[in-house]
């Protein structure tokens, strides 16, 4: 079946435009995570979502950042006025419990 | 609050050696989950294993094996007579119950080079 997809693979924009980064998790799955990785770095955890439960945005690290998941299903994880520092591969999970979480591809931002 | 040490960042080994990567943990909560993935070269997370808090037996899976302690609250991982395909980051990860056991925290990583 398919898997976690994420879009755009690449996305490169200019300091202070905003972004949208899109997720398509798995068929069925309750549960969807954002994560943020920067080069050469682990995965910081930003967002989850699960079944109707309020999302937990413990990890997001400014109010620029924001993530809505429209049906169960898509999520967009939206960056305002993006900055240098949001240069990074940004992973999306989805998982059917708290059990093994399956990856996408990721999409690369770069700020310039 | 959730924490997750993986002191070692890079391991350089021989193919054919063994090779074991450190996990610590630390966490309040007395129901908890403990994770492995892989992150090879391409760059796709794969799930290796998950280990529940009320499960200490350790785990063999081919070349790989997991150490549980609860004791040293650690959770390492070895892999036997390593190979080249085992080159990758590799990251250690917790979730706890009272957050409904999704939100999870991943360690720094460490980077294993499996040498020819």
């Known amino acids: 079946g398919a898997g976690v997809s994420q879009s755009p693979s690449n996305k490169v924009t200019e300091k202070g435009k905003d972004v949208e980064l899109r997720c398509d998790p798995i068929s069925g799955h309750t549960a969807l995570y954002w994560y943020r990785q920067s080069l050469g770095q682990g995965l910081e955890f930003l967002i989850y979502f699960q079944g109707n439960s309020a999302p937990d945005k413990s990890g997001l690290p400014s109010d620029r950042f924001s993530a809505e998941r429209t049906g169960g299903s898509v999520s967009t994880l939206t960056i305002q006025r993006t900055q240098q520092e949001d240069s990074a591969v940004y992973l999306c999970?989805?998982?059917?419990?708290?059990?093994?979480?399956?990856f996408g591809p990721g999409t690369r931002l770069t700020v310039t | 609050a959730q924490k997750v040490t993986q002191a070692q960042t890079e391991i350089s080994v021989v193919e054919k050696e063994d090779v074991t990567l450190d996990c610590v943990y630390e966490?309040?909560?007395?129901?908890?989950?403990l994770f492995w993935y892989k992150q090879p070269p391409s760059g796709e997370l794969v799930f290796l294993i998950r280990?529940?808090?009320?499960?200490?037996q350790n785990e063999i899976s081919g070349r790989y094996s997991w150490n549980f302690q609860k004791s040293t609250s650690s959770f390492n991982f070895t892999i036997t007579a390593s190979q080249v395909v085992d080159s990758a980051v590799y990251f250690c990860a917790l979730s706890e119950a009272d957050t409904g056991g999704f939100k999870t925290i991943f360690g720094a990583g460490t980077r294993l080079f499996v040498k020819a």
């Open positions: 280990r529940n808090s009320f499960d200490e």
């Open positions: 966490t309040r909560d007395t129901t908890y989950y």
């Open positions: 999970a989805s998982s059917d419990q708290p059990s093994e979480q399956y």
